[in-house]
């Protein structure tokens, strides 16, 4: 079983909708949260990310994290088709040097 | 500001060849990281460098072999290029060192490597 768990899609959805991207991960320990974009052909970039649990908002996205039940989420807001691409969630722990885990990345297509 | 930069951005390599991958980072970080993207299996570290100096592996090291030339550049060798090598190689830095040190990332435009 994977540390961290995403479902690939493709997520087709209608400009102007709510998105919920969501991953999921076994090991406690994770601390970090970040979500990255990943443009088709391109590096990812980092959106945001979070410590330990809670929401964190920026601009039409929110990153949203639930350590009971080992799950985060990313809510776009107002979806753009601009903001088709794969969306990957990473955390890591905390404390010195911590690798980061990545998923393996949720493809979003925002259809005109 | 270029930010991470990588060269080249394709290749083609014959298994049993050697290649260097080149990354330079203009930010100023301390951190710089070599993964490799496969689909289905996400990006899994190759090596790190925590700091100029200093270098270490990660999840998937065979094959490789890496250099922090400068707090600014961090290289990746494959000496003998094999088929399973076949990846898009990311370069990534970070300034944090220490407590969360690789949380925020910034990755380069990546390598497309086809080994045959």
């Known amino acids: 079983q994977k540390e961290v768990e995403q479902d690939p899609g493709p997520l087709s959805v209608p400009e102007g909708a709510i998105v919920s991207l969501n991953c999921t991960y076994s090991?406690?320990?994770?601390?970090?949260f970040m979500w990255y974009r990943q443009y088709s052909r391109k590096g990812p970039e980092l959106l945001m990310y979070?410590?330990?649990?809670g929401n964190k908002e920026d601009g039409r996205f929110t990153a949203q994290v639930d350590k009971s039940s080992k799950y985060i989420s990313l809510f776009i807001r107002d979806s753009q088709p601009s903001d088709s691409a794969t969306y990957l969630c990473?955390?890591?722990?905390?404390?010195?040097?911590?690798?980061?885990?990545f998923g393996t990345g949720t493809k979003l297509q925002v259809i005109p | 500001n270029a930010g991470v930069t990588q060269t080249p951005k394709f290749q083609v390599l014959k298994t049993g060849q050697s290649m260097t991958l080149q990354c330079a980072q203009d930010?100023?970080?301390?951190?710089m990281y070599w993964y490799r993207q496969d689909p289905g299996m996400g990006l899994r570290l190759i090596y790190y460098?925590?700091?100029?100096?200093?270098?270490d592996k990660g999840e998937v090291p065979n094959g490789y072999n890496v250099s922090r030339l400068n707090k600014r550049e961090f290289s990746l060798r494959l000496e003998s290029a094999a088929p399973s090598q076949t990846s898009v190689y990311f370069c990534?830095?970070?300034?944090?060192?220490?407590?969360?040190?690789?949380?925020?990332?910034?990755f380069g435009p990546g390598t497309r490597l086809t080994v045959t």
């Open positions: 990473a955390m890591s722990r905390s404390g010195g040097y911590q690798k980061v885990t």
């Open positions: 979070t410590y330990s649990s």
């Open positions: 460098s925590a700091s100029e100096g200093t270098t």
């Open positions: 090991n406690s320990a994770f601390q970090y």
């Open positions: 930010m100023n970080h301390n951190s």
């Open positions: 990534a830095s970070s300034p944090h060192q220490g407590t969360g040190l690789a949380r925020e990332q910034y």
